[in-house]
């Protein structure tokens, strides 16, 4: 079943035009062979994969980040995240990214799941992390890093989310796993 | 208040330089200047929008569709999606996609909200449409699109989103929303 599964729908890789080589994403035209054995052209771009944490007080609050994204031209509020470097642990790259954009540290850390952001493209596989236990510090973005932190009640994030108020992906899908999975959460 | 958060996070843009112009994507790296009035690089990615469709039968059952990703390297398990034409409304878009994917028509739709998949690089912003009142038809795949379309019942795709099943934002995003407003599900 398996076997015949991939043989319906698998592409197999011809060749790799390589276009850009950034900092952060890196842009190549694949050549690929459809499981029809004809040939077709697919724009994809490689991203070193991220976290996005769920940070949740003692009191049911969490903490989310206010930042403006060049891409989208506007201000996010956003659940903290953040790149992995290259060859990093999600909860490593979790525990990093918590205290730099918001300067909380967390005692109780859980991986939930993983997930490709836009799969059609782009091969960024996003880790959602619930953290608890929060203690706060001093934040210390990085470099060209401006950021506010922002608490607020699961609740009212819950509300916020099924109403479209966040317009981030791994914020309503964190929130609401979050709210679902409420017995651990 | 608002121009005080203006002022603190927003970047403003200084040059544009285009990488790369795609059939799907557009690459540029934009120069910005920070609000402490530095300048920094900005890798961004223009996509055209796209729509995800939680398509629900008369019987609570989801319709997902199965398709190999390339970028991912993997067979994915989704909610239909597709890519916007230029100018195209989200719901035409969600009427089309639906029916050419998935054989599928609905007799009732609602565009639920829209939120931007990977907003730290990527303009790409998606929304999320309900399409109920179903009725079978004949699927025709773009050319080049092999795609398998799956029924399940919407409790098990809920589980399945919360235990990390699927591995697509998209997907356990609208799942998990559809399950939250279920009273208009």
Redesign the interface.
């Known amino acids: 079943m398996e076997e015949t599964?991939?043989a319906?729908?698998?592409?197999e890789?011809v060749s790799t035009e390589e276009?850009?080589q950034?900092?952060?994403?890196k842009?190549q035209?694949?050549t690929?062979q459809?499981?029809?054995g004809?040939v077709?052209?697919?724009?994809?771009?490689r991203?070193p994969g991220?976290v996005v944490i769920l940070p949740l007080t003692d009191q049911g609050e969490v903490v989310m980040v206010?930042?403006?994204?060049?891409?989208?031209?506007?201000?996010?509020l956003?659940l903290p995240?953040g790149?992995r470097d290259a060859g990093e642990e999600p909860l490593t790259c979790a525990r990093r990214e918590l205290e730099e954009e918001t300067g909380f540290r967390a005692a109780k850390w859980r991986v939930?799941?993983?997930?490709?952001?836009?799969?059609?493209?782009?091969?960024?596989?996003?880790y959602l992390v619930l953290a608890k236990g929060l203690q706060k510090g001093e934040a210390h973005p990085d470099d060209?890093e401006?950021?506010?932190a922002v608490t607020m009640p699961l609740d009212q994030v819950?509300q916020m989310?099924?109403?479209?108020e966040?317009?981030?992906?791994?914020t309503?899908?964190g929130v609401?796993?979050c709210?679902?999975?409420d017995e651990k959460c």
């Open positions: 599964l991939e319906r729908l698998k592409e890789l276009i850009f950034g900092k952060i994403i842009v035209v694949d690929v459809l499981p029809d004809k077709a052209k697919r724009e994809v771009v991203h991220a206010r930042q403006y994204r060049h891409a989208t031209g506007e201000i996010l956003e995240a790149k939930l799941f993983s997930f490709y952001t836009s799969p059609g493209f782009c091969d960024e596989l996003l060209g401006f950021i506010d819950r989310a099924l109403a479209g966040f317009k981030d992906a791994k309503v899908l609401l796993a709210s679902a999975l």
